[in-house]
């Protein structure tokens, strides 16, 4: 089983309709992270969270809001979703203290379209 | 606060050597290095954290200028293997930077036979 899971995989939605992307794993990191790629942008922070009472907006955290339910679990969701969301997300986990990070970990990724 | 990468693209023939850099605006304490192959999840490949630190992986390494807040990753004699998108993630001073992790917009390296 891989270390950082995501659900689901893919999915396409339709605009204006509630989604959750959901992230587990079992490196039993503090650190988590969601990230979306989009060609030439790269990797952006939208959120990340150090334990279930500690979560911080990243770079592009509108139109977003994360929960940590557990310190294995970190799902991001999109509340009412748009077409320019349409992205490659990844969950990414890592272990540190302070400023420093350790190896991030990411899960397969979840592509979605919004229509 | 994104680093920028350059270049933005490059093709090699295999053996042949890259470079890419990674710079940034804020003060850096650490780089990280990953390479993403082509619908795969980003793999690690090293963490400098030290001004002119210097590290290794097989034929990759990589340097870290903490004054010039830039690092170059090298790859000499490429094999094809080595084809994907390259990122450098950063970590910054500051309390409000702690934890944070950013990313450049990657650079895509062609290894061709």
């Known amino acids: 089983d891989a270390d950082v899971t995501q659900t689901p995989r893919n999915r396409i939605t339709k605009t204006g309709k509630r989604i959750m992307l959901e992230c587990s794993q079992t490196?039993?990191?503090?650190?988590m992270y969601w990230y979306r790629q989009d060609p030439g942008l790269g990797l952006r922070l939208i959120y990340y969270s150090f334990d279930v009472k500690d979560i911080n907006k990243g770079e592009i955290s509108d139109g977003y809001s994360v929960s940590r339910q557990a310190q294995a679990k970190f799902s991001l969701s999109l509340e009412s979703a748009i077409p320019n969301q349409t992205a490659l997300y990844f969950c990414?986990?890592?272990?540190?203290?302070?400023?420093?990070?350790?190896?991030?970990?990411f899960g397969q990724g979840t592509r979605l379209t919004v229509v | 606060q994104q680093p920028v990468q350059s270049p933005q693209a490059v093709i090699l023939r295999e053996g042949e050597d890259a470079v890419i850099n990674c710079s940034s605006s804020?003060?850096?304490?650490?780089v990280h290095w990953y390479r993403q192959k082509h619908g795969e999840a980003p793999v690690f490949l090293m963490i400098?954290?030290?001004?002119?630190e210097q590290k290794g992986h097989e034929k990759i390494s990589a340097s870290f200028n903490e004054k010039k807040q830039q690092s170059s990753l090298y790859l000499t004699a490429s094999q094809l293997s080595y084809s994907g998108t390259y990122f450098c993630?950063?970590?910054?001073?500051?309390?409000?930077?702690?934890?944070?992790?950013?990313f450049g917009q990657g650079t895509t390296l062609q290894v061709k036979p």
């Open positions: 490196k039993g990191h503090d650190r």
């Open positions: 990414a986990t890592s272990a540190g203290t302070g400023y420093l990070n350790t190896e991030a970990f």
């Open positions: 804020k003060a850096l304490y650490s």
């Open positions: 400098l954290l030290k001004g002119g």
């Open positions: 993630g950063t970590g910054f001073y500051g309390s409000s930077n702690t934890g944070k992790l950013i």
